[in-house]
T-cell receptor, first 113, second 114 residues
Framework: SQELEQSPQSLIVQEGKNLTINCTSS?????LYWYKQKYGEGLIFLMM?????EEKSHEKITAKLDEKKQQSSLHITASQPSHAGIYLC?????????????FGAGTILRVKS | DTGVSQNPRHKITKRGQNVTFRCDPI?????LYWYRQTLGQGPEFLTY????????KSRLLSDRFSAERPKGSFSTLEIQRTEQGDSAMYLC????????????FGPGTRLTVL
């Protein structure tokens, strides 16, 4: 079965600093989702990547999919306290669209102001 | 609000009791998913529906768990004879082929079994 490993497990950054979160899959990634979660709440959809080499940006968050390495990265530029939360990557487990997602354990981000 | 909604948001129950959760997906989303999340972990897939048909169930879904989506709209997840190990956040998500099957999640129902 497919497994996703996220690194780091947690990080604390000073407001204004850049940071990167990585998600590595044990199998080929056919689709990779990034979500943000505040403690005790639901998941907020950030971005979905499907093609190798694809890169998407939303405000100060950029995600890339390196299909060859079975890895995705999430980069936040000039972090703000509003970026704090848990970032989760989720992968489509097979080629069928609309199928279940397998998630990593999450990366806890704290931003010090 | 046209997002995914879940009720109740919190449920505290005693071991051995039955509980039922409800999920209302985004209107016209044909796929609906249930996940379970425990502290410090990512969500784990439980089951999903396409319209009213339940297409897949995880091994996590023991015979004490049952899910329905009778008219292809809202869904219910029932847990019978709850155990302390059932304590978790139960998340519902929906998706549509018109939106590339991006899964949008509800706020979750937090279950505590005493």
């Amino acid at each position: 079965s497919q497994e996703l490993e996220q690194s780091p497990q947690s990080l604390i950054v000073q407001e204004g600093k850049n940071l990167t979160i990585n998600c590595t899959s044990s199998k080929t990634l056919y689709g990779l989702y990034w979500y943000k979660q505040k403690y005790g709440e639901g998941l907020i959809f950030l971005m979905m990547l499907q093609k190798g080499g694809e890169e998407k940006s939303h405000e100060k968050i950029t995600a890339k999919l390196d299909e060859k390495k079975q890895q995705s990265s999430l980069h936040i530029t000039a972090s703000q306290p509003s970026h704090a939360g848990i970032y989760l990557c989720g992968a489509v487990s097979n080629l069928e669209y609309g199928n279940k997602l397998v998630f990593g354990a999450g990366t806890i981000l704290r931003v010090k102001s | 609000d046209t997002g995914v909604s879940q009720n109740p948001r919190h449920k505290i129950t005693k071991r051995g009791q039955n509980v039922t959760f409800r999920c209302d997906p985004i209107s016209e989303h044909n796929r609906l998913y249930w996940y379970r999340q425990t502290l410090g972990q990512g969500p784990e897939f439980l089951t999903y529906f396409q319209n009213e048909a339940q297409l897949e169930k995880s091994r996590l879904l023991s015979d004490r768990f049952s899910a329905e989506r009778p008219k292809g709209s809202f869904s219910t997840l029932e847990i019978q004879r709850t155990e302390q190990g059932d304590s978790a956040m139960y998340l519902c998500a929906s998706s549509s082929n018109r939106q590339g099957y991006e899964q949008f999640f509800g706020p979750g129902t937090r279950l505590t079994v005493l």
